[in-house]
Nanobody
């Protein structure tokens, strides 16, 4: 069983920066090679923001709405996944979730086995 715990959310002004972190309870990110960040605002469907395929050279995929502003990365030694969010906009306001699963990687589609509890990001 894999447990994911997000942190790093908060309230920032438009144009600001936040870095979200996701800690895994197991060792070796390679055992679940697909990692992703999703978000859900009230009254909307959950959407994929960024995904990482660690079985393909850490290939990253981004939603068009965040390209050039968000960066997904990992620290394998610390079992951590990150989402660096720059130039934040009010429309980025949402609950952000970390997700993971073994390959094949679903990318930004919601086909992940493991989910965190979420961390709130509010941009005003």
């Amino acid at each position: 069983h894999v447990q994911l715990v997000e942190s790093g959310g908060g309230s920032v002004q438009a144009g600001g920066t936040l870095r979200l972190s996701c800690a895994r309870s197991e060792s070796a990110l390679g055992s679940v090679g697909c990692m992703g960040w999703f978000r859900q605002a009230p009254g909307t469907e959950r959407e994929g923001v960024a995904a990482l395929d660690t079985n393909n050279g850490d290939r990253a995929t981004y939603a068009d709405s965040v390209k050039g502003r968000f960066t997904i990365s990992r620290d394998k030694s610390k079992n951590m996944l990150y989402l660096q969010m720059n130039s934040l906009k009010p429309e980025d306001t949402a609950m952000y979730y970390c997700a993971a699963r073994p390959p094949p990687c679903p990318g930004l589609r919601s086909g992940y086995n493991y989910w965190g509890q979420g961390t709130q990001v509010t941009v005003s």
